[in-house]
């Protein structure tokens, strides 16, 4: 007699249960069966020859009423079973209790199952089997899968193991994330420029002067909230001479200016630039002075935005970039930029992302037949109005005694040791060898002597460490000064 085995999914006498009768039950699949099995249509001997088959059309039979010889699949029988069934047959066969043989293929099959049912606590015995080769191939990258899902599943276990044992997939999984993610966008933001005008409008001017007959417009903007303003010279002067009647709109106001300092015009004389300070009768309600940009932060290519008054219609807003950082036209070092400016545009403010001043709109390149050149616009550099407001410029002018020019600072030059000036927004710029540089800790401030040389009695003097010492012919005193 063959050894009893259940015929469905070939479990051992151990786990079949024997009901009388011949009669049994097993205990894996949950089937019922006799045993000994009774022997095929195709093992019976036939008949004799000319006896009637007994079994004849039996299989038609069967097959009209769907009975087929087929073996349920093992893993439908396991499909069928609750999550806590599954888990408790998994533990008797890791453990080899209740009559079980310790089999850990088996307990890993019912685990997997149950973990794909959605149970934690088999999720994480799946990652353990594949993480140590327990019943199945060792596989860590499986193995990490299963402590995730056992995580996200709420098995703060999972989350252990993959913290100790799994920080390098980790890693891995997320610089694959950072490389993979979409690369921020490096143009400009569409309202970047809508920003830059809300935020700078408030302190831009449309001036216009009025001489004889004539009316003449251009641009500028505010310096300080005294009511200190910048445009062009030649946007105020007409015949070399300062217009005597000048008004400005800004913030919804119109107010009454005068001119107080003028630099040369752009076809002018000396060092001077075409620049001019105005002072307003008052400071408008909603008005906002505007402040400059280090000039050493500028980079080429950057974008750029102009607000003026354009064709004297008033102030409007056109954008570009910088095409040229210093570009020498007619012995002036200028930025070009390609953005469009047409004339009213003198004068105004031409903008970085941050809404600071860059440098101020001064002309455009014109053709030998009298066109502008497109694409080629000037502005005077943000560096070169602060010397202007410094009065360094040779052929600068006071107008009247009413403004005071702010106090010079200086400090040493790190490259020939000269005096150089200190800007307000922390460039510098030597007297000696004219260098450009931008003011750090190592470069200290030294103060400007109050008496002349006495060789040579000139004021070009200052005071380093306390010694004092004349720029002009290099005297130095050798004792310190007594206070």
């Known amino acids: 007699m063959a050894t009893l085995k259940c015929p469905i999914c070939g479990a051992a006498s151990k786990d079949v249960k024997d009901n009388g009768g011949g009669s049994y039950f097993c205990k894996l699949c949950f089937s019922d069966f006799q045993w000994p099995a009774k022997e095929s249509v195709a093992s019976v001997t036939p008949p004799a020859t000319g006896a009637a088959d007994p079994l004849a059309g039996m299989g038609d039979l069967l097959a009209m009423y769907g009975v087929t010889g087929k073996k349920p699949d093992k893993a439908v029988s396991m499909e069928k079973m609750s999550v806590e069934e599954l888990r408790k047959i998994a533990y008797e066969y890791e453990y080899g209790e209740k009559r079980r043989e310790k089999d850990l293929a088996k307990a890993f099959a019912y685990f997997k199952v149950a973990a794909e049912k959605g149970d ?9 089997a594949y993480e140590n080769g327990q ?5 860590k990258t499986k193995a990490y899968f299963w402590y995730k899902e056992g995580l996200r599943a709420g098995n703060s276990r999972c989350g252990i193991v993959i913290r100790e044992r799994f920080a390098k997939f980790v890693a891995q999984e997320r ?3 950072e490389q993979n993610a979409p690369r921020p966008n490096t143009t400009p933001v569409s309202n970047e ?5 809300e935020k700078s409008i408030a302190g831009v001017l449309e001036v216009t002067c009025r001489y004889a007959n004539c009316i003449s417009s251009g641009s500028g903007f505010l310096i300080s909230n005294t009511g200190y303003a910048i445009t062009n010279t030649h946007v105020v002067t007409h015949n070399s001479q300062p217009c005597r009647d000048v008004s400005v709109r800004v913030a919804g106001e119109t107010i009454k200016a005068s001119v107080v300092m003028l630099g040369d015009d752009k076809g002018g004389r000396g060092n001077g630039v075409d620049l001019a300070l105005l002072k307003l009768s008052k400071f408008p309600a909603r008005g906002k002075s505007l402040c400059f940009e280090n000039f050493d932060n500028v980079r080429i290519g950057e974008q750029v935005y102009v607000i003026g008054n354009s064709l004297g219609d008033g102030t409007c807003i056109t954008s570009g970039i910088v095409s040229d950082k210093c570009r020498t036209l007619n012995g002036h070092k200028l930025l070009m930029t390609d953005c469009p400016i047409n004339n009213g545009n003198s004068g105004g403010p031409i903008f970085n992302a941050k809404g600071k001043v860059i440098g101020v709109i001064v002309s455009s ?5 009298g066109s502008a050149t497109e694409g080629m616009n000037y502005a005077i550099p943000s560096f070169i109005v602060e010397e202007f407001l410094n009065g360094e410029h040779t052929a600068v002018r006071l107008m009247s005694g009413e403004f005071s020019l702010p106090p010079t600072k200086y400090c040493i030059c790190p490259e020939c040791g000269g005096t150089a000036v200190v800007y307000p927004t922390g460039s510098c710029i030597c007297q000696q060898c004219h260098k450009r540089f931008t003011r750090t800790s190592q470069t200290g401030e030294i103060k400007k002597a109050k ?3 006495p060789i040579c009695n000139s004021w070009n003097t200052n005071i380093q460490n306390n010694i004092f010492h004349c720029d002009n012919c290099g005297f130095t005193e050798g004792d310190k000064i007594r206070k």
């Open 193 to 197: 420029g809508v920003n830059v005008y």
């Open 120 to 128: 934690s606590e088999s999720m994480y015995k799946v990652a353990y």
């Open 451 to 453: 008496a002349p040389c």
């Open 365 to 369: 390149r014109v053709k030998a037949d």
């Open 175 to 177: 610089a694959a994330k």
């Open 135 to 139: 019943g199945t191939e060792i596989n």
